[in-house]
């Protein structure tokens, strides 16, 4: 590989524009690059933090066990809390949908856990957000109905149980 150019600090601000301007185009793959080159000069930038981890999660259908290993590593440097977990919902929510997307043996059962992980950080959210923020709960309730469309039940929930010789 040819060794990377460095963007000047100066260019930040325009790359991060171009970057949001590739992620409304569906070319995550050039928003992530991008992201990268700005994390290069400018490696605490929260916004472009966030939107390196939100490419990451929109190419959950290509390698996904690498994307969500990729992404993870950005959440953890994410300095607010409510971030963190807001945004590890978010992670789990698209790993969900990507599972579904599939269609693999299992997809709706492993969709479930995902969904149900990501339900579990957006409640965490929802304690930490501030007045006027219920981005977390509007995610909350969109797995919610993800859930109710599929064949999975939770474990609470009464099971089948066939009786031998009852």
Same mark, same amino acid.
């Given at each position: 590989m040819s060794d990377l150019k460095r963007i000047s600090i100066e260019a930040v601000p325009r790359a991060?524009?171009?970057a949001e301007?590739?992620?409304l185009l569906n070319q995550s793959w050039a928003t992530e690059s991008i992201c990268l080159d700005i994390l290069e000069v400018d490696p605490d930038n929260q916004q472009v933090l966030v939107m @390196? @981890? @939100? #490419?990451l999660t929109d190419q959950f259908d290509a390698e996904p066990r690498e994307r969500v290993r990729r992404a993870r590593e950005v959440l953890q440097r994410l300095s607010d809390p409510y971030?963190? #977990?807001y945004y590890e919902g978010i992670i789990q929510e698209r790993l969900g949908h990507a599972q579904l997307a599939h269609r693999a043996m299992h997809a709706?059962?492993?969709a479930?856990? #995902?969904l149900r992980s990501a339900m579990a950080a957006f409640e965490r959210a929802e304690s930490l957000r501030q007045a006027g923020n219920d981005d977390s709960i509007l995610r909350w309730n969109t797995c919610a109905r993800t859930l109710g469309r599929l064949r999975v039940h939770d474990e609470t929930e009464s099971q089948y149980a066939p009786s031998f010789g009852e």
């Open positions: 991060t524009q171009k301007r590739y992620r @390196l @981890l @939100l #490419s971030q963190r #977990s709706e059962a492993m479930h856990q #995902s």
